[in-house]
């Protein structure tokens, strides 16, 4: 039977993010031939309204107002609903994201509906679709089918493909007018650390470094491999504790999930803290001068070395392989 699907469209900088167009593709599989609507909120983002279509959405429906220009759950929670209540969805998706992990169980609530988060995988069951998500930290997997009401899940960035982009795309673009009141958070600032490169949460190629790069210059050589690789450069909470780098960077429970395509982890033991947040990525490369390491437990290649030889000599193999490609 065709369903009705909402999903909702994130923003970082100004640019959509590519978990807006994977949870696209998420909302296609579960339709089952029915609409898949996409909602955009903020205060100027009518623009972005053609990129959502030509990845895959049917329709695109805006709420702007200015209240929306920084996100705060009441406001969202407030223009999604109004949405929501007009559409009347079958299912809604969202990206596992710190704005969806904030705002789905808030409207989940408030729709009186249950919720599937983190799901990193979609299948046909005999009663209907069956969501697969990490749980103890990503040391096991749970199954889950919704079987009857609303379907509202969140997916995991970098686990459900996007849908190929094509120009030649069509669809209604709506919008709905939402008065936005009695907010109890107001933003009037924001303030962000200067940033280079590409998005950590959403990176194909993530080169993470340990207490192992031993200074904050140690982190150089692993910017050089990110940038060849077009990655970004991640870290384990040992290193940001020792003021390697900043906690933005740290990956593992107490920080970023993550699953690029490759991670190389240099410098890095192993902590069951860290493999939480990248144990799922798709092929994992450990580099560390202890054979006896438990990072080289889940490494699908391991290097037995210096990282400050090792690395070097693998940007330096990198640039030869683009430059005669």
Same mark, same amino acid.
């Given at each position: ?184 958070? #107001? ?13 950590? /949460?959403?990176? &194909? *190629? !993530? +080169? $993470? ?54 991670? #190389? ?13 990248? /144990?799922?990525? &798709? *092929? !994992? +490369? $450990? ?39």
């Amino acid at each position: 039977m065709a369903k009705k699907v909402l999903v909702l469209g994130e923003l970082r900088d100004g640019s959509l993010r590519n978990v807006s167009f994977e949870a696209i593709a998420a909302g296609k599989k579960v339709a089952e031939g029915g609409e898949v609507s996409a909602v955009l909120i903020g205060d100027s983002v009518k623009d972005k309204a053609e990129e959502m279509i030509h990845y895959g959405a049917d329709r695109v429906i805006i709420v702007e107002d200015e209240q929306l220009k920084n996100y705060t759950s009441d406001g969202f929670s407030q223009a999604f609903m109004a949405v929501t209540d007009q559409e009347n969805p079958d299912v809604i998706v969202f990206g596992h994201t710190a704005l969806g992990k904030d705002l789905s169980p808030k409207v989940a609530s408030k729709l009186n509906t249950g919720l599937v988060s983190d799901v990193t995988a979609i299948e046909e069951g005999d009663d209907g679709f069956v969501f697969t998500r990490p749980i103890y930290s990503g040391k096991a997997f749970e199954k889950k089918a919704l079987t009857n009401g609303l379907t509202f899940f969140t997916i995991r960035p970098n686990n459900i493909d996007p849908l190929e982009r094509d120009e030649a795309r069509s669809g209604e673009v709506s919008s709905v007018a939402v008065e936005i009141k009695d907010l109890r958070t #107001i933003i009037k600032e924001v303030i962000t650390k200067a940033s280079e490169g590409v998005d950590l /949460s959403e990176a &194909k *190629v !993530i +080169v $993470a470094g340990g207490r192992g790069v031993k200074s904050a210059e140690g982190f150089e050589p692993l910017k050089e491999l990110a940038d060849v690789l077009g990655g970004a450069v991640g870290a384990s909470r040992g290193a940001c504790d020792a003021d390697y780098c900043d906690y933005s960077l740290q990956i593992g429970q107490t920080g970023k999930v993550v699953t690029p395509d490759l991670y #190389i982890a240099c410098g890095i033991s192993g902590a069951i803290q860290h493999m939480a947040g990248m /144990s799922n990525s &798709k *092929v !994992i +490369v $450990a580099i560390n001068k202890d054979p006896e390491a438990t990072i080289f437990n889940v490494a699908d290649y391991g290097i037995v070395g210096d990282l400050f030889e090792v690395v070097p000599l693998l940007t330096e193999e990198f640039r030869k392989m683009k430059a005669s490609s």
